[in-house]
């Protein structure tokens, strides 16, 4: 019993827990009294907003489709995007070859060493030669691309003195005409007659098939045709889903134009698996390093589903990271915390406080809790707040993302751990430096930033491991992982297919793992960093305020 | 062991700012009653009470508040109530609400606290503005919630630094009577002030500290009497000085007249108790009409320079 006459456990313990209620009541009251606590909450609060405009406009405008490998670009200008060109076998770049067009059969050849120079008929050709010709099609018309001979509706040139083949050598694509009537042939044509061969060079010859009429599908149908089969891991992946590459029920089966030419190679790739892509991995950063997938394999993301996915979570990471754990986890404290103390003594009501029976390092301890309790029902309200908006707003078909709520969790989590460090922090420089100890906050703050931002970008470089800001973006990492266990993937991706949705540059994978890559042994260790480093903090604070003097 | 110990005691106690000296050399013992520091600007009244309220530390000497070293342990404020000589307060909060969040943070329940400020305002007059802002109270109002959130805990020692600084006459009074009551009640008090008459209103039991120093420490009345031996001036402001000058110059206290301006006399004395027992008898007898009667010598800087001159 105590001197009044109560128990020691009423007028120690539980009068200890009042002046600590009291104390943290009293700091409550007098940061929701000043007007820079609602000034620089109402900025965050203003930043938020800002921030789920731009995302809400981002969500309403939808994640147009974009052509990732190219399907739909009508290269040769023949009217049939490079899908169906490809679906029938026909050549992207040859505006002569295209759907419905009609095929070259190959029949036989004149080899550079055959010994039999000379062949007649009425063929289509592909090589060199001297033409004795009975008949020649004028309309089997091109150019040097499309390595038909531009006959100029038979007003070709006179070829040079000398010996053709010997001492000038013909164009690709060009005929000439001797003055003993004959043609100096280089490129495809079609003819009748006889034609010589010289040494040396070679000629092949069959035929074209019928034409028919294939009426050219839309663009957009070649846009997304399939979606990624991808798991995270290198080697051989998403075998082709849509039957490109296998041609089942395809209308026409393309074959070789050329001798030397494989139209459709279900192994282009050459990993012994057929209508597959491969992805290979570089196994020190685990980033993609190429994509090769077999001829007509599509192996692109559909990008209404990964886009809207990949920005989703870019702005959930960004926001938590740069928003809260930066912006808020800087200028709160920098405004509530470096004058808990500092601004008693400035208004000279410090006695107050100081001639109760409450230990001076208790005292901090209590202030720095009071700021804790404001900022922290500030961030968890913001937080809930931005979740349950993201989650209506956000892709997919469920109404709300409960699966997204782990990640604000973690978001609240960094940014409650970071005031509490650089309250504590700010608090205690406040004691020490009542005049100037703003600007050595504005210093620190601009240290923190700037080892923020780095931190983003390189999680790993050891410099930010002195940084508090650091340890809080580490704790949105790893939990985004465990949340989000794909997210891994749907950043390689961003960085293979070059879908800049901001997620490859915002996130990494959390680093403090101690090897084992785990994300809940890096919040693990994050927060027991932020904790003991705040702790260290107010005994600091404490100790200097137990010993300092009060004019 | 600490309620046998005495409210105050002061063993040598020196405090030094750099250069410049707070308090030197000081020894005191205060328990029970109320006692009034005197002493002007500067003299150490506000480094004296720094000390008992653990906020310095002194350089040399020792303080000790029932008992215990209040730079060492905030224990001992359980039983102080401090009311400081600044003006600042929660201007946002209401009286009640000040007073009761003050005895919260003595580790009263929320309960307890709204009971004893509201007992405690009554004490001190505030019954009815206690829901009014502090911010919007008069000066003596400001001065009393003070008192009153000194008091709110029931403390054994109540320090007050320079309560009556700043407040009309009314205000002064009330709070006078406030101080007086407590010190009735058995509590020990420490009032500061540099106004010797205010505190001669409030208590016999002094202090003087001038320069840091602890120059007188007893009752005021002996230390009066001593200064009263010594030459006196009383003012006289009246239509006939020269005819009350001749009334008065045969009479035993006074030695000697002056006129220092037109209408006014000068008596000096040696003995300023008896020359004020004689003195309205002989105006009423002379006829003479007077318009105020003042003892220029009669204040803090007369005693100090009487102490500090030595006499």
């Known amino acids: 019993m105590d001197s009044q006459g109560r128990g020691l456990s009423e007028s120690v313990w539980t009068s200890l827990d009042r002046k600590a209620g009291a104390v943290i009541e009293l700091t409550v009251r007098q940061l929701r009294n000043k007007i820079s606590t609602w000034v620089v909450m109402a900025l965050g609060a203003l930043l938020m907003t800002l921030l789920l405009v731009f995302y809400i406009d981002a969500i309403r405008d939808g994640f147009e489709s974009i052509d990732n490998d190219g399907d739909s670009f009508d290269e040769d200008n023949d009217g049939y995007p490079m899908g169906q060109e490809r679906k029938y076998g026909t050549s992207d770049w040859d505006g002569e070859s295209f759907p419905g067009s009609g095929n070259f059969i190959f029949e036989g050849q004149i080899d550079w060493n055959a010994p039999d120079r000379s062949i007649s008929g009425n063929k289509t050709w592909e090589g060199s030669a001297i033409l004795e010709a009975t008949w020649i099609d004028y309309d089997y018309s091109g150019g040097r691309w499309s390595n038909i001979i531009d006959w100029d509706d038979g007003n070709v040139e006179q070829c040079q003195d000398g010996d053709p083949f010997d001492d000038w050598w013909p164009d690709y694509a060009s005929a000439c005409m001797q003055e003993d009537g004959t043609y100096v042939v280089s490129g495809k044509l079609k003819a009748s007659g006889n034609l010589f061969v010289p040494e040396g060079q070679y000629l092949s010859w069959g035929f074209f098939t019928q034409e028919f009429f294939v009426e050219p599908d839309p663009p957009e149908m070649y846009i997304d045709e399939d979606g990624i089969d991808w798991d995270g891991s290198g080697g051989s992946q998403g075998i082709d889903d849509d039957g490109d590459c296998l041609r089942v029920g395809w209308p026409a089966q393309a074959e070789a134009e050329m001798w030397w030419e494989d139209p459709h190679n279900p192994d282009s790739n050459r990993n012994g698996v057929s209508c597959d892509v491969v992805w290979i991995i570089n196994p020190n950063t685990g980033e993609v390093v190429s994509i090769n997938g077999d001829d007509l394999v599509d192996e692109d993301p559909v990008d209404a589903d990964y886009a809207g996915e990949s920005s989703h979570r870019a702005f959930v990471i960004a926001s938590g990271k740069v928003a809260f754990v930066l912006l808020l986890g800087l200028f709160l404290p920098l405004f509530l915390a470096l004058g808990l103390v500092r601004d008693e003594t400035e208004r000279g009501t410090l006695h107050y406080l100081l001639s109760k029976p409450i230990h001076r390092g208790e005292f901090i301890s209590y202030r720095v809790l009071g700021y804790l309790a404001v900022v922290s029902t500030y961030v968890i309200s913001l937080s809930l707040l931005m979740a349950l908006i993201t989650s209506l707003i956000g892709p997919g078909d469920e109404l709300i993302r409960f699966g997204d709520f782990p990640v604000w969790v973690g978001i609240a989590t960094a940014t409650i751990l970071v005031l509490a460090a650089y309250g504590s922090l700010f608090n205690t420089i406040g004691l020490v430096m009542p005049k100037y100890g703003v600007y050595l906050c504005i210093i620190i703050g601009v240290w923190e930033f700037a080892m923020g931002f780095t931190s983003i970008i390189s999680p790993n470089s050891p410099v930010t491991f002195l940084s508090i800001s650091h340890w809080g973006l580490q704790i949105i990492d790893a939990t985004v992982l465990a949340t989000w266990p794909d997210t891994l993937q749907y950043s390689q991706m961003s960085s293979a297919f070059g879908l800049e949705t901001g997620l490859e540059w915002i996130w990494r994978p959390p680093v403090h793992t101690l090897g084992t890559g785990n994300p809940y042994l890096s919040i693990a260790t994050s927060v027991t960093f932020l904790s003991f480093v705040s702790l260290i903090l107010i005994s600091m604070g404490s100790s200097i305020f137990q010993r300092k003097e009060i004019m | ?311």
């Open chain 2, 1 to 311: 062991m600490s309620s046998e110990s005495p409210a105050v005691i002061l063993e040598s106690v020196s405090k030094w700012y750099g250069e410049v000296i707070g308090i030197n050399d000081i020894s005191l013992a205060i328990d029970g009653g109320v006692t009034g520091v005197l002493g002007p600007n500067g003299a150490g009244k506000s480094t004296m009470f720094k000390l008992l309220l653990g906020r310095l530390k002194p350089n040399q000497g020792s303080v000790r508040l029932f008992g215990t070293d209040p730079w060492e342990s905030t224990a001992p404020f359980r039983r102080v109530g401090y009311v400081s000589e600044t003006e600042p307060l929660y201007e946002w909060m209401t009286g009640l609400d000040f007073v009761s969040t003050m005895a919260r943070l003595h580790g009263m329940t929320r309960e307890e606290a709204i009971d004893r400020a509201e007992h405690v305002l009554d004490f001190v007059g505030l019954t009815d503005v206690r829901h009014k802002e502090v911010g919007k109270y008069s000066k003596g109002m400001r001065q009393r919630i003070k008192i009153a959130h000194a008091l709110v805990h029931d403390p054994d020692l109540i320090i007050l630094d320079e309560p009556l600084h700043g407040c009309d006459p009314l205000a002064r009074t009330s709070i006078m009577s406030v101080i007086r009551e407590l010190g009735n009640r058995g509590k020990t008090v420490i009032v500061s002030s540099h106004i010797l008459e205010e505190i001669e209103r409030i208590t016999e039991q002094i202090v003087i500290l001038h320069n840091g120093r602890l120059l007188a420490l007893g009752n005021l009345h002996a230390i009066r009497g001593l200064l009263d031996k010594h030459p006196h001036r009383i003012l006289i402001e009246t239509e006939s000085p020269r005819e009350l000058a001749k009334a008065l110059i045969s009479r035993e206290p006074v030695y000697g007249v002056r006129f220092p301006d037109q209408g006014y006399l000068e008596i000096q004395t040696s003995n300023l108790s008896a020359a004020h027992s004689i003195l309205p008898q002989v105006i009423v007898d002379s006829g003479v009409k007077v318009r105020s009667v003042e003892n220029p010598d009669d204040n803090l800087e007369s005693l100090l320079g009487y102490l500090v001159g030595g006499g």
